[in-house]
């Protein structure tokens, strides 16, 4: 589901909304939520309660770096002698494209000026509790909730003591006591007010109510003479934690892993403009290859001809025939894992016409059918280079788990993906598909096999349950990459 920023929207929407919640004495997030049922309902209020707001217009670039903001942050700057150092950190900030709302602590501007700040971030500046024009609609529980992260930057010891106690007597204690955002503090005192027992106990307390630390380092400190640990982190030190808790680095499992997939139908050219073909959509194999992509695996698709784009990221070979299909699989290998999920022609027609065929008098052409070479066997069969995962793919009408169990044994391969492909089931070109998969019991006696029913689902959710599956034989088996 997506998510909606409000601070992201036009100014004129935001405007109006602030003016609108006000009015009725609801938060604006309340609001939108109410005008979002009313339109729903079809009870739509009239859309000027004080003013028309102007036609909506998309987000505006970053005016500094002309990309779009893609998370936000409320930069809390304390009292300390860093405060210039977050000046930096605005910087580095809107670089990774992160919008940036500053609260100057009434300390802090003895350090850093609003001015400075509003300038770097491009924003307005908050600094005052009690500030009629932004509290109409109690702006410091905007300032808590209305951003993606909270850093405070410097984090003084005061304004920790603050924290660790829950005080709320200004903006920037309040925001903190109001957020349910996650909280980075980038604490910067003297060294022997962060070794302060006080200090320690306050530290220890916001580590237990989750609040994330970066720094302080070692180093000088501004006092002439002074060393040792307390001096705050670096603004970029800084901004890339910002951006690990914004950004959270996706697990890739299957990173520096192969995976060789096929897809897809094949045509089987009975002359220049006709040939054999089956009902495949290819929707399968293109969900597996997105899903063993997005776990980090070097993917590389072999499809017969589909309707479908190809997936971001993927190296997608387009092949006609079986007989190319296997050319290219040979071509890719070696590979750590191969799904065949495309559905080959199990016969070509032998007596290829070279020119159209003509109707004559003669009655029908006579077509002769030859045994198309099976891509899954020959792969699983290889001595050398057999890759060490192989998985096939049975689509059935009829006893599935029998021929699917038949086809494990005959085929060589290491795992079955079973499906129903008969017409009332809509697998064939549809959303969905109910799969069984089929493998050899690991201890089990010889030859005996296991059988795992999913419930219907989706193509993609089948591709993304397939490759957990995957990651998890990977994992125990912990094989080699291939090379
Ligand atoms: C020149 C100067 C430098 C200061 N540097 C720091 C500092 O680095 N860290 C700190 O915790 N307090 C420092 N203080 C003390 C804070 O400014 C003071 O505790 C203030 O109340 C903190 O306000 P805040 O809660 O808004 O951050 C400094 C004070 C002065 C006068």
């Known amino acids: 589901m997506a998510s909606l920023t409000i601070r992201k929207l036009d100014e004129g929407v935001k405007t109006y909304l602030r003016l609108r919640s006000a009015k009725n004495r609801r938060s604006v997030e309340e609001e939108v939520r109410v005008i979002l049922r ?30 779009v903001a893609e998370a936000s942050v409320t930069l809390i700057i304390g009292g300390g002698i860093a405060a210039y150092k977050s000046l930096d950190l605005i910087r580095r900030l809107k670089e990774r494209r992160v919008d940036v709302r500053c609260v100057l602590t009434k300390a802090a501007q003895q350090f850093v000026t609003p001015l400075a ?27 808590a909730r209305d951003c993606d992260l909270i850093v405070v930057a410097p984090a003084t010891a005061d304004l920790m003591a603050k924290m660790a106690c829950g005080h ?30 006080a200090t320690r ?14 720094g302080p ?24 934690a910002a951006e690990r808790l914004l950004r959270p680095p996706v697990p890739r499992p299957l990173a520096g892993k192969r995976v060789l997939i096929t897809a897809g139908p094949t045509h089987e050219p009975i002359d220049p403009v006709r040939y054999i073909a089956n009902r495949s959509s290819g929707k399968q194999g ?10 980090g695996a070097e993917v590389i698709l072999v499809s017969g001809p589909v309707d479908l784009n190809d997936p971001d990221g993927v190296t ?53 059918l030859v045994e198309n070479p099976d891509i899954l066997a020959t792969i699983s069969k290889l001595s050398d280079k057999r890759p060490p995962l192989v998985i096939g793919f049975a689509a059935e009408t009829e006893h599935l788990i029998d021929n699917a169990k038949a086809k494990l044994a005959r085929k060589g391969c290491d795992w079955i993906v079973a499906n129903d492909v008969s017409p009332a089931t809509g697998v064939m070109g549809g959303d969905r598909n109910t799969v069984h998969l089929l493998s050899r019991k690991s201890g ?15 193509k993609e959710q089948v591709a993304t349950e397939l490759i957990a599956h995957v990651v998890k034989s990977v994992a125990d088996k912990s094989l080699e990459p291939a090379s």
């Open 286 to 295: 293109f969900a597996i290859a997105a899903a063993a992509q997005a776990a």
């Open 168 to 197: 709320a007597d200004d903006l920037a204690s309040a925001i903190l006591l109001a957020t349910n955002r996650k909280i980075l503090l980038a604490p910067a005192m003297n060294p022997l007010m962060w070794n302060n027992a």
């Open 117 to 143: 700040a509003s300038a770097l971030s491009h924003e307005r500046v908050y600094t005052d509790l009690f500030d009629p024009q932004s509290e109409f609609d109690a702006g410091h529980i905007r300032l």
């Open 201 to 214: 106990r306050n530290v220890a307390q916001l580590q237990r109510d989750g609040v994330v630390m970066i």
């Open 38 to 67: 009313e339109l729903i309902e079809g009870r739509e209020e009239p859309l000027t309660p004080f003013a028309a707001p102007p036609a909506a217009s998309p987000a505006p670039p970053s005016p500094r770096t002309g990309a």
């Open 217 to 240: 380092n070692a180093g000088e400190m501004a006092e002439a003479g002074e060393a040792g640990v307390g001096r705050m982190s670096e603004a970029i030190e800084i901004a890339v």
């Open 444 to 458: 089990g006696e010889d030859g005996e096999i296991a059988v795992d029913s999913w419930p219907v689902m989706t």
């Open 316 to 368: 997608v070979k387009h092949v006609e025939s079986a007989r190319q299909m296997l050319e290219h699989v040979q071509a890719s290998l070696p590979v750590d894992i191969a799904i065949f999920a495309a559905a080959v022609a199990d016969w070509r027609v032998a007596n290829e016409g070279e020119q159209k065929l003509k109707k004559t008098s003669a009655g029908m052409p006579p077509l002769q």
